[in-house]
T-cell receptor, first 111, second 113 residues
C-alpha cells in the first residue's frame, strides 16, 4: 500500500510562477518528513520537518508540516529553470529507522 | 564538505553472479541505509543499519541480500545471485542521528544481463 503520496505527479510552469507541491502520508510512529530534490542523480536534501506549523525556509523554497492532517507542502516562489527536477518526499518512522518515499513530483520550469 | 561516496558508479553483471556494492558514509555518521531506484520508479528502502546490526529491512531485502560494515569506514551491500529485476540504481545514505538529515551517495547503477 502507498504510505506516502505526492501530488501532482507532474507540473509545468513558466519562470517566475509560484508552485506548491503536496505530500500526504500514513505511517505508524512518525518521526520526520524530508524533502529532496532529484535531478539526474542522487537526491539532495532540502528540508527536514518534525514539528507541526513551523515553516522551514531556504531562499525561494519553504515547507511546512501538518501532523494532524498528515501532510506537508513545499512552496517554490519565483521559479527558475534550475528548479526543474523531481521533488521527493520521504517519511521517517521511529521503528527501526525506515524511510518511505513518495513517487515524486516532476517539475518543469519553462523560460 | 563531507560526502557519501559509492563505488563503482556502474556495474554490469551476468544473471546469477554475486555483486558487492561499496559505500563510504560520512565519517561521524552512525546510521546507514541502502535504497534502490528502478528506472522511472520511486526510491525504495532496502535496509537500515545501526550499531553494527540491521535495524530494519523491507520485503525487498530477502535472503539474496546482505550488508556488512567490515571496517570503520566501508558499508557494503552484497547481492548473492543477481536477477534481471535487480537492475536499478542503488543509493547508500547516512545520517548522524535519528531523525536527522540523510545524505545520499551518488549511486551505483547495476545492470544485470
Amino acid at each position: 500500500e502507498d504510505k506516502v503520496v505526492q501530488s501532482p505527479l507532474s507540473l509545468v510552469v513558466h519562470e517566475g510562477d509560484t508552485v506548491t507541491l503536496n505530500c500526504s502520508y500514513e505511517v505508524t510512529n512518525f518521526r520526520s518528513l524530508l524533502w529532496y530534490k532529484q535531478e539526474k542523480k542522487a537526491p539532495t536534501f532540502l528540508f527536514m520537518l518534525t514539528s507541526s506549523g513551523i515553516e522551514k525556509k531556504s531562499g525561494r523554497l519553504s515547507s511546512i508540516l501538518d501532523k494532524k492532517e498528515l501532510f506537508s507542502i513545499l512552496n517554490i516562489t519565483a521559479t527558475q529553470t534550475g528548479d526543474s527536477a523531481v521533488y521527493l518526499c520521504a517519511v521517517g518512522t521511529g521503528t527501526g529507522n525506515q524511510f518511505y518515499f513518495g513517487t515524486g513530483t516532476s517539475l518543469t520550469v519553462i523560460p | 564538505e563531507p560526502e557519501v561516496t559509492q563505488t563503482p558508479s556502474h556495474q554490469v553483471t551476468q544473471m546469477g553472479q554475486e555483486v558487492i556494492l561499496r559505500c563510504v558514509p560520512i565519517s561521524n555518521h552512525l546510521y546507514f541505509y541502502w535504497y534502490r531506484q528502478i528506472l522511472g520508479q520511486k526510491v525504495e528502502f532496502l535496509v537500515s543499519f545501526y550499531n553494527n546490526e540491521i535495524s530494519e529491512k523491507s520485503e525487498i531485502f530477502d535472503d539474496q541480500f546482505s550488508v556488512e560494515r567490515p571496517d570503520g569506514s566501508n558499508f557494503t551491500l552484497k547481492i548473492r545471485s543477481t536477477k534481471l529485476e535487480d537492475s536499478a540504481m542503488y543509493f547508500c545514505a547516512s545520517n548522524q542521528d535519528y531523525p536527522d538529515t540523510q545524505y545520499f551517495g551518488p549511486g551505483t547503477r547495476l545492470t544485470v544481463l
